[in-house]
């Protein structure tokens, strides 16, 4: 696609339950990452894709979360047994292999935990 | 392990009047240097960036030199406007420190009164 979907754009869901969030890529850009941003605070980093392998998942902030990519290319961030500390807007981004590229953000997944 | 320190916000400035934050960073390698930019209601995207010491970045007005002496990448800007109130993210992405993970700042947050 044109630009970096994700999906859903918002969630609101209970204390305990699982949730999926998507990210789509821009065609053809090998790295993923995904980011944590809470209300007014800046990005945390979680994880990072090369192609399908993650070398870097030192942001995880604990075993509750896991994140896989498929065919080069879509990624599910998983969140198991919410807890409200949970809610934030989860960004993905995508880029062409490369420290020196321009990473490409998509529009967020708004996580609230009641 | 590398890192990036921006100036606390907010800033709060008048119409016209110059506007500089503070960058500086930690990094094992050699990386590239980017400031990305979070209007109100909207996606991050890329402001500018620079990929060797002494480049400048440039768009919109704003500019930045990667000072490789100072591990400094500040952002200015001569004039500000209204409609550049926003959240400002200095980052960089080392491929000796981190594959080519980008490490954000915590971001600074910009008003501009009328």
């Known amino acids: 696609g044109a630009g970096v979907s994700q999906s859903p754009s918002n969630k609101v869901t209970e204390k305990g339950k699982d949730v999926e969030l998507r990210c789509d890529p821009i065609?053809?850009?090998?790295?993923l990452y995904w980011y944590r941003q809470r209300l007014g605070q800046g990005l945390e980093f979680l994880i990072y894709f090369q192609g399908n392998s993650a070398p870097d998942k030192s942001g995880l902030p604990s075993d509750r979360f896991s994140a896989e990519r498929t065919g080069e290319s879509v990624s599910t961030l998983t969140i198991q047994r919410t807890q409200q500390e949970d809610s934030a807007v989860y960004l993905c981004?995508?880029?062409?292999?490369?420290?020196?590229?321009?990473?490409?953000f998509g529009e967020g997944s708004w996580l609230t935990v009641v | 392990g590398d890192s990036v320190t921006q100036m606390e916000g907010p800033v709060t400035l008048s119409e016209e009047a110059f506007l500089t934050i503070n960058c500086t960073y930690t990094?094992?390698?050699?990386?590239?240097l980017f400031w990305y930019v979070q209007y109100p209601g909207e996606g991050l995207q890329l402001l500018l960036k620079a990929t060797k010491a002494d480049d400048k970045g440039s768009n919109k007005g704003f500019e930045a030199t990667y000072r490789k002496e100072t591990t400094s990448f500040h952002l200015e800007k001569g004039s500000v406007q209204v409609s550049d109130s926003a959240v400002y993210f200095c980052?960089?992405?080392?491929?000796?420190?981190?594959?080519?993970?980008?490490?954000f700042g915590a971001g600074t947050r910009l008003f501009v009164k009328a």
């Open positions: 980052a960089l992405s080392d491929p000796a420190g981190g594959g080519f993970k980008t490490i």
């Open positions: 990094a094992t390698g050699y990386p590239s």
């Open positions: 065609s053809g850009h090998t790295a």
């Open positions: 981004a995508s880029s062409l292999a490369g420290a020196r590229n321009t990473i490409y």
